[in-house]
């Protein structure tokens, strides 16, 4: 048994700034405590370093930037290529499946191998890609990388092994698809045109073969040429020479004739008898113009010619064609079926797109069923059987982009009837109209493992919505949908006050969230600096919000020193009396004036009717105080045993009881110290204007702070005059990044050169009119673009401070520079980098810090003095100067009482000291058991009474007395910041374990999880590390280098939950899952659904007599006899270098679970099998030889000496 000392003896304490190292553990304000006598904890630690692996799980959402899109009509499943070299391949639900190039090179086209199991993949690097999908996870068997061509068009025939490729210089390669290496046999450029033809044709567009003749490759030029190419003759049928570029090609099943599209917006149909021009050339959506000429229309990017055998006419469907005087117009899909046209409208550019049909054979009746029409950020398939052609229901969650994402939370092992509640009620809310038949692709199979347990996803969105999801197994299915702006009234636009500075806005986006799943109380902050707490009901209700104002704003000057805090206009009786408001500004009640007293939003006063689900009970807004905007909130924690909510920024700390609808406590973190500040804060000159600066820390114009508690530099808290708000473009970069000015109120910075406060413009630029917006429209943490630098953060960065202005948006300045007038960018970012990065050599920068955020809150059962001998509630609030504090609550037990008395909140200024700003907290009882937090069990307030049923809150509580019997009293706290995780021993505050978590890059997120029965400490930082500490001794388990942090949208996102499970947004549309846990990376391939079934090819019709004998059937040819290497030679070694591919032995070894596992171990063994057979015949004929030569010898020798006698031995 590993047994844990905390050795107290000879703890020295240390001063409150200590240059030369971390500020002690043990004291208290930085003054001397008495250590207590010394004590055993005997902890079994049972979690090891061979616990835990990173691996990715499953990638849920639409693909970001698709490319590509191919379907296996047997197998019926379906493959999407990214701009970023990703590979998502879907079958029926559950069978989803993201795959990706190592080069991260575009996917320009693939093509099934039609019931095969295999995807070919033409890349953007001039690469070839053959994946084999018959293990769960695909991998790659072969590449084959042109080197002096570029790749334009590929085209596999339906049970054919030899793949054509279309050069951008006009050549046509084949290549073997089994061996993936080229062969001898070119259709060069100029042999396919007329040696009089004086100009080159142009890139391939097209490659198809005739379903007349496999012998006959259509090969379609950009540039209008049309080139029928007989394979055997190895010489052109017939050319055609069109005046209009060539967009894509399609053949009708009987191959007399095929339809082009062209740039001018027409398509012309050919027929093979005459190729001298078009039997008929058509603009779809160009009208005859009075002149006699038609319009000009944009071109039809893509054309499908498809017979119906139920119908004489023939489906043309094609996308684009429109008229260019329709401006504005959005993208079209266009199906024509005889004389009808009709026109489907899509939301975004249309990708490509498919038809299904029944038969893969291209010289049957093609019998067209459906349409996917691939969007820049949907996907959407249309019913062709149905005359209205309605859209299929997406059982995939594609929609998760639908407003941007901004913030995110994973929840595991959730109580098992919430899913369904929420699924019951949204189920009632789900859109209409949608086809009656199933879901064509229905490929592959999965069923659910017996390792399942309930995981919620909850993600926050930039239009205020929320959405719940159901993430149990490996799917993603939303659940229920709220919608936080629904609490507010509508900015009405002519309205000149508060309202019409959010008319363009996006002032309801979710910012932060928190979810208690056992009681269902629900909490949103939004970027307004709103906090909506809303409460779970089956019945629908009629109420009225009640609405909390909170003047958490403090001025600079009235908040210097310790001694100056009884003048502060924000601290509150703290008795526990809810201060009241201070009345508005008289300036507040003239037009143009400055604001005051006011809040961003306005809560609806009526009776309002909420629909069953989430029910908005209380909203607490924070308000204008003399013309500046709040500050965004920047933690919050809410416990429904207590019936309490906690909320904090950079201005300070506020408590409200949701119960009784009061404000307990409303103070600045300095008054929280009171004499126990550790830090001695200098004085700083009178501001001669006071418009110039705000006061206490504020957040630039064009940033956003999303989860500040994640990861904020314990010297970011600093900042003259910015304002908090969420930049406007969600496809735009960060302007400030190159040295712009982004902010609404200023002008463009000529030179890249910033304005700052203080400058001639400094009072015009730092302060928001009346008329000037405070919030600028909500940054996605899904659409941040910017990119950071792979292999350090401080290479593209001056400073780890610049890191998080632009990763935070947190404004960080010195106090020198409130006196600067003008400056540059790159001046402003060294002085920045002049500063330590680590939190022990910046203490002397402490002196020139004005206020520090509260960064991270928790409820929870511990004590509040050393001397407590009982565990009370308690509010630990964590700062971004590494500062801890404890705050004690008296909360009435009786629930009559706890609805009449008031609550007490005491700060005792409790002080523990870290490096870094405070991230995340954690209770453990002696015997290394995690404590939850109490909660009370849900009950339905809006539910009809029952006499029989009692109405009274039932609270679940874990005190850490209750869950210890021979440890005594006492409990172990886990507090970890960006820098540094620490434990302490609890009521004596002693600290026992130390770990410095990273010196070289910072903590971005931290929860203390649970994984296979045990706990410990999950962190990811800002470098891509994601690394597991043990608990309570904080022995690092694992260190990986995981993720390069590229963008800030994977620092917004990434959050851990228990289960060994971790999730963030890996694009603006995607959620990406990883798991650290070894024993989840085993068993993921029983979680993942088969990618490939067998099933037999079906057969080609037989067409009869008659129609083969007056030549409408098809020839076939031996493709193997004419491009195989005896015929047509070897291809120039280096015109495609061969490449093989890993997927042989890893897929053998990923298939060891299904139908496709069993296969490939039968014939391992028959190998094994006949490989002993081979040799057991090898030594049979090595022994019959030998005994051969043994009789021979025999025989030679007795005839030898037959006729000897004995004497002449």
């Not at 210089?169 to 001898?184: K, P, Q």
Request: proline residues 7%; hydrophobic residues 35%; aromatic residues 8%.
């Amino acid at each position: 048994m590993k047994k844990f000392r905390k050795v107290l003896d000879g703890l020295t304490t240390s001063s409150p700034v200590n240059p030369g190292g971390s500020p002690g553990c043990g004291s208290a304000a930085g003054t001397p405590s008495a250590a207590p006598t010394p004590r055993e904890l005997e902890i079994q630690e049972t979690l090891m370093s061979e616990h835990f692996q990173i691996c990715k799980t499953v990638r849920h959402g639409f693909p970001y930037q698709p490319t590509a899109l191919a379907f296996d009509p047997v197998q019926k499943i379906l493959a999407i290529g990214s701009r970023s070299g990703g590979i998502r391949i879907l079958g029926r639900p559950g069978v989803d499946c993201h795959s990706q190039h190592e080069s991260g090179a575009a996917v320009l086209q693939m093509q099934f191998l039609i019931n095969e199991g295999a995807l070919v993949t033409a890349c953007a690097d001039d690469t070839l890609h053959l994946w084999s999908l018959r293990q769960r996870l695909p991998a790659i068997l072969h590449s084959l990388k042109f080197n002096r061509e570029r790749i334009t068009f590929c085209h596999l025939p339906f049970q054919s092994k030899w793949l054509y490729v279309g050069t951008e210089r006009g050549n046509t390669h084949i290549v073997n698809i089994e061996s993936f290496i080229l062969s001898g046999y070119v259709i060069m450029w100029n042999k396919a045109i007329e040696l009089s033809t004086k100009t080159h044709p142009g890139p391939v567009v097209h490659l198809s073969d005739s379903p007349k003749d496999e012998g006959k490759l259509l090969i379609g030029f950009e540039s209008g040429t049309i080139v029928m190419w007989d394979l055997r003759a190895k010489r052109a049928d017939f050319r055609i020479y069109y005046d209009e570029a060539i967009h894509s090609v399609s053949w009708h099943h009987e191959g007399r004739q095929f339809m082009c599209s062209h740039s001018d917006g027409s398509l012309s149909m050919w027929n093979m008898r005459n190729t001298a021009k078009p039997f008929q050339v058509t603009f779809p959506h160009g009208k005859t113009q009075r002149d006699g000429r038609k319009e000009s229309c944009k071109p039809i990017l893509k054309v499908e010619y498809k017979t119906s055998r139920n119908s004489s006419e023939a489906f043309v469907i094609f996308s684009g064609g429109l008229s260019y005087d329709k401006a504005g117009r959005r993208p079209t899909l266009t199906i024509m079926h005889g004389k009808a046209i009709t026109v489907l409208e899509m939301d975004y550019p249309i990708v490509d797109f498919m038809v299904l049909c029944e038969t893969p054979y291209l010289n049957e009746v093609q019998e067209p069923y459906a349409v996917v029409v691939l969007l820049e950020k949907d996907f959407v398939v249309v019913d062709l059987t149905q005359s209205n052609f309605p859209i299929f229901e997406n059982p995939y969650p594609m929609d998760v982009h639908e407003s941007p994402v901004t913030c995110t939370a994973y929840f595991a092992d959730c109580p098992p009837d919430i899913i369904p509640v929420l699924y019951s009620i949204g189920a009632k809310h789900k859109k209409t109209g949608y086809s009656h038949k199933e879901w064509p692709v229905s490929g592959g199979t999965w069923t659910v493992g017996s390792q399942t347990y309930p995981e919620i996803i909850i993600t926050g969105h930039a239009d205020g919505s929320i959405k719940f999801w159901d993430a149990t197994a490996i799917t993603l299915q939303m659940l229920y949908k709220l919608k936080t702006s629904k609490v507010f009234e509508k900015p009405k636009t002519g309205d000149m006050g508060r309202s019409a500075d959010l008319v363009e806005e996006d002032p309801y986006a979710v910012q932060m969230i928190s979810w208690c799943p056992q009681s269902r109380i629900f909490c949103v902050v939004g970027i307004s600096a709103h906090v909506i707490l809303y409460r779970f009901s089956k019945h629908d209700a009629n109420t009225i919000i009640t609405s909390l104002e909170l003047r958490l704003q403090c001025e600079m000057e009235d908040v210097i020193s310790p001694s100056d805090t009884e003048n502060t206009p924000c601290f509150s009786d703290p008795s526990g009396h809810s201060p009241q408001p201070q009345p508005p500004s008289p300036r507040s009640n003239t037009p143009d004036s400055v604001r005051d007293s006011i809040p961003c939003l306005k809560v609806k006063d009526r009776m309002i009717r909420m629909p069953p689900g989430y029910q908005a009970e209380l909203v607490v807004q924070l308000l204008w105080v003399d013309g500046e905007p709040p500050q965004q909130i920047t933690c919050l924690d809410l416990n429904s045993a207590y019936g309490l909510l906690a909320l904090g920024n950079c201005n300070g700390l506020a408590v409200v009881d949701y119960l009784q609808k009061t404000i307990l406590l409303c103070m600045s973190t300095l008054e929280l110290y009171g004499s126990a500040d550790p830090f001695q804060r200098l004085t700083r000159s009178p501001r001669k204007n006071r418009q110039s600066t705000s006061g206490l820390t504020e957040l630039s114009d064009n940033q956003v702070s999303l989860d500040l508690e994640r990861s904020k530099s314990p010297t970011s808290v600093k900042g003259p005059g910015r304002k908090l708000s969420l930049p406007t473009d969600l496809k735009t970069d960060l302007d400030h990044v190159n040295g712009h000015c982004t902010s609404p109120t200023s002008q463009p910075c000529p030179s890249g050169r910033a304005r700052v406060p203080g400058g001639p413009e400094g009072p015009r630029l730092a302060r928001r009119g009346p008329g000037r917006p405070p919030f600028r429209k909500a940054q996605s943490a899904a659409c941040m673009e910017v990119s950071l630098p792979v292999s350090s953060l401080t290479e593209g960065y001056p400073s780890r401070r610049a890191m998080l202005q632009q990763l935070h948006g947190v404004s960080m300045y010195s106090h020198d520079e409130h006196h600067i007038t003008n400056y540059s960018w790159s001046e402003r970012e060294s002085r920045e980098n002049s500063f330590s990065r680590s939190r022990s050599s910046s203490v002397s920068s402490i002196d020139r810090e004005t206020k520090e955020a509260v960064t991270t809150l928790q409820f929870a059962e511990s004590y509040g003095r050393k001397s407590d001998s009982l565990p009370t509630p308690c509010l630990w609030v964590g700062t971004s100067l590494g500062l801890v504090l404890i705050i004690p609550m008296s909360i009435p037990t009786d629930e009559q009482e706890r609805q009449e008395d008031p609550v007490t909140v005491a700060p005792t200024g409790t002080v523990l000291m870290l490096k870094g700003s405070v991230l995340r907290f954690g209770f453990l009882d002696c015997g290394g058991a995690l404590i939850n937090s109490p909660y009370e069990v849900w009950r339905d307030q809006h539910a009809p009474d029952d006499p029989d049923r009692p109405r009274k809150r039932k609270l679940v509580n874990f005190s850490p007395s209750s869950s210890q019997e021979a440890c005594g009293d006492g409990h172990l706290a886990v507090v970890c910041s960006e820098r540094q995780a620490k434990v302490f021993y609890m009521p004596s505050q002693a600290c026992l374990y130390v770990h410095n978590i990273t010196e070289s890059s910072f903590v971005l997120r931290a929860d203390v999880v649970s994984v296979s029965n045990s706990v410990c400490l999950a962190c990811f930082c800002a470098n891509g590390h994601i690394m597991i500490l043990s608990l309570p001794s904080l022995r690092p388990l694992l260190d990986v280098s995981y993720l390069p942090l590229t963008d800030m949208r994977i620092a917004r996102t990434f959050c851990f939950t228990n289960g060994g499970q971790a999730l963030y947004l890996c694009s603006p549309t995607e959620i990406q899952r990883i798991t650290y846990s070894q024993e989840m990376c085993v068993n993921l391939q029983e979680t993942l659904g088969e990618l490939f079934t067998p099933i037999e090819t079906p057969e080609a019709q037989n067409r009869g007599f008659l129609k083969g004998f007056f030549g409408g059937n098809a020839q076939t040819f031996d493709r193997e006899e004419l491009f195989g290497e005896a015929s047509a030679g070897k291809a120039s070694r280096s015109l495609a270098q061969h490449i093989p591919g890993q997927g042989g032995i890893e897929g053998m070894k990923a298939a060891a679970g299904g139908v496709v596992g069993d296969l490939a171990r039968a014939r391992i063994a028959l190998d094994e099998r006949g490989q002993r057979l081979g040799e057991l015949e090898e030594r049979t004929a090595l022994m019959m030889t030998s005994a051969e030569t043994f009789s021979k010898h025999a025989h030679e020798l007795m005839l030898k000496c037959k006729d000897k006698k004995w004497y002449q031995f």
